[in-house]
């Protein structure tokens, strides 16, 4: 799926490949598997399974993928203390032969309590099983190394992408603003056939404030609906630069070859994605001086004119982009829409980009292209309250993009065909 997936995970981590040979205490709960195979599961069903391992007190979140691609995926989840961990996975759900952990300069990590492992060398368009396994070191003096006994999340699958995907499908959130309870509220909106990928474009926070408000209000109500079986992709808003945990954000989230600004390709589409960063000047007196998201859309700006040029993009199909702040359709005198309007503008209307996604101000809409402003159009997707939520999902062949953005009651508040 993601191509610059590939290229970070063989410049990241090693895997290791091996048969699994432990001596597990039992969990798996009597449904077994939790897969996804086809479409995202509604709540329900997997919200009654409780994570037996996080019940343990051993892991902190279920387990969530990120960086799909058609080789390889990255299976994340986070402990509550340090712990050697690994995903066990192949083919069936009865066999899961094969065993990747992370390693770095030539040691396996065993005292994380972020764990990001990824399986590589996966065949494409194929379902695969897994699960997470974590141990606590009892101790790692050399000649005495020792560990408490492991303990295992039931078993999940999820699907490598085609090689030759042909279409994507794929769901948007915005703007929800620490209320988890959107996401399965939105969820029951999200259209037919099954989902790609989920990307958040931003602002799923209101200010950073620490490692559990990333697990409450995001990681476990998305595992509880998809993410252990479909990857989302993090696209950073305003929100999340603010606040005292806000320089951690990214370390929860891979894929990203720039970390928050980056492209991918997903059958006939080609995304950008660019990190718009603040409203507000660096200089305003709320961001203390400890910001230079000038420079930073600059140094992107360098970034997308580079991109623009790539093969892949000419010869794409659809060309979308992803910013958090809207260049236009903005009340408040936003700094960040003004400065990147100069920079980033030329060069994307000169690009034939077919389609804009954004958040941020809290109405939706969808805003025709208007030529030598926006020669794209702009669908702005709504929130974080009552009656304004949205989701957003595009689907798109050869032939076409359908978008369609459909609101907290299940009323379809816009459509969009390129
Ligand atoms: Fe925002």
């Given at each position: 799926?993601?191509?610059?997936?590939?290229?970070?995970?063989?410049k990241?981590?090693?895997?290791?490949?091996?048969?699994?040979?432990?001596?597990r205490?039992?969990?798996?709960?009597?449904?077994?598997?939790?897969?996804?195979?086809?479409?995202?599961?509604?709540?329900?069903?997997?919200?009654e399974?409780?994570?037996?391992?996080?019940?343990?007190?051993?892991?902190?979140?279920?387990?969530?993928?990120?960086?799909?691609?058609?080789?390889?995926?990255?299976?994340?989840?986070?402990?509550?203390?340090?712990?050697?961990?690994?995903?066990?996975?192949?083919?069936?759900a009865?066999?899961?032969?094969?065993?990747?952990?992370?390693?770095?300069?030539?040691?396996?990590?065993?005292?994380?309590?972020?764990?990001?492992?990824?399986?590589?060398?996966?065949?494409?368009?194929?379902?695969?099983?897994?699960?997470?396994?974590?141990?606590?070191?009892?101790?790692?003096?050399?000649?005495?190394?020792?560990?408490?006994?492991?303990?295992?999340?039931?078993?999940?699958s999820?699907?490598?992408?085609?090689?030759?995907?042909?279409?994507?499908?794929?769901?948007?959130?915005?703007?929800?603003?620490?209320?988890?309870?959107?996401?399965?509220?939105?969820?029951?909106?999200?259209?037919?056939?099954?989902?790609?990928?989920?990307?958040?474009?931003?602002?799923?926070?209101?200010?950073?404030?620490?490692?559990?408000q990333?697990?409450?209000?995001l990681?476990?109500?998305?595992?509880?609906?998809?993410?252990?079986?479909?990857?989302?992709?993090?696209?950073?808003?305003?929100?999340?630069?603010?606040?005292?945990?806000?320089?951690?954000?990214?370390?929860?989230?891979?894929?990203?070859?720039?970390?928050?600004?980056?492209?991918?390709?997903?059958?006939?589409?080609?995304?950008?994605?660019?990190?718009?960063?603040?409203?507000?000047?660096?200089?305003?007196?709320?961001?203390?001086?400890?910001?230079?998201?000038?420079?930073?859309?600059?140094?992107?700006?360098?970034?997308?004119?580079?991109?623009?040029?790539?093969?892949?993009?000419?010869?794409?199909?659809?060309?979308?982009?992803?910013?958090h702040?809207?260049?236009?359709?903005?009340?408040?005198?936003?700094?960040?829409?003004?400065?990147?309007?100069?920079?980033?503008?030329p060069?994307?209307?000169?690009?034939?980009?077919?389609?804009?996604?954004?958040?941020?101000?809290?109405?939706?809409?969808?805003?025709?292209?208007v030529?030598?402003?926006?020669?794209?159009?702009?669908?702005?997707?709504?929130?974080?309250?009552?009656?304004?939520?949205?989701?957003?999902?595009?689907?798109?062949?050869?032939?076409?993009?359908?978008?369609?953005?459909?609101?907290?009651?299940?009323?379809?508040?816009?459509?969009?065909?390129?």
């Amino acid at each position: 799926m993601l191509r610059i997936a590939e290229e970070l995970n063989r410049k990241k981590m090693s895997t290791e490949i091996e048969a699994p040979s432990i001596n597990r205490r039992k969990f798996v709960t009597s449904l077994g598997l939790l897969g996804t195979a086809a479409g995202l599961s509604p709540l329900s069903a997997l919200a009654e399974v409780q994570n037996v391992a996080i019940a343990d007190g051993v892991m902190k979140c279920k387990p969530y993928l990120q960086a799909a691609h058609t080789k390889g995926i990255t299976v994340r989840w986070i402990t509550n203390t340090p712990c050697y961990s690994w995903v066990e996975y192949g083919e069936s759900a009865d066999k899961l032969n094969l065993k990747a952990r992370q390693i770095e300069d030539g040691m396996v990590q065993v005292e994380n309590t972020l764990h990001a492992i990824p399986l590589t060398n996966l065949k494409p368009s194929t379902i695969y099983f897994y699960r997470a396994v974590s141990e606590k070191p009892k101790s790692l003096e050399r000649r005495a190394i020792a560990f408490e006994s492991p303990v295992s999340t039931p078993v999940y699958s999820f699907t490598t992408p085609a090689t030759t995907a042909t279409d994507v499908n794929f769901l948007v959130f915005n703007d929800i603003h620490d209320r988890p309870e959107s996401f399965p509220v939105l969820m029951k909106y999200q259209g037919d056939g099954k989902k790609d990928f989920v990307l958040l474009n931003g602002d799923m926070f209101n200010t950073q404030t620490d490692e559990n408000q990333i697990v409450q209000n995001l990681l476990n109500p998305l595992s509880d609906l998809f993410s252990t079986g479909t990857p989302f992709i993090f696209a950073r808003g305003n929100h999340e630069t603010h606040g005292k945990f806000a320089r951690s954000v990214g370390n929860y989230f891979d894929g990203q070859e720039n970390k928050y600004y980056y492209s991918f390709s997903y059958g006939p589409m080609y995304a950008i994605v660019l990190d718009s960063g603040d409203t507000k000047s660096d200089q305003e007196p709320v961001n203390g001086g400890i910001v230079d998201f000038d420079a930073y859309r600059e140094k992107q700006a360098v970034w997308l004119a580079q991109e623009v040029k790539k093969p892949a993009f000419i010869n794409s199909k659809f060309k979308v982009v992803f910013i958090h702040i809207p260049p236009f359709y903005i009340d408040e005198d936003a700094h960040a829409s003004n400065q990147y309007g100069k920079i980033w503008l030329p060069i994307l209307n000169a690009s034939k980009i077919d389609l804009m996604l954004c958040g941020h101000t809290h109405k939706y809409g969808i805003h025709p292209a208007v030529a030598g402003k926006h020669n794209f159009p702009i669908v702005i997707g709504g929130g974080p309250k009552d009656g304004r939520r949205t989701i957003i999902q595009v689907k798109a062949n050869q032939q076409a993009l359908n978008l369609k953005m459909t609101d907290d009651t299940g009323k379809v508040v816009g459509t969009l065909k390129v």
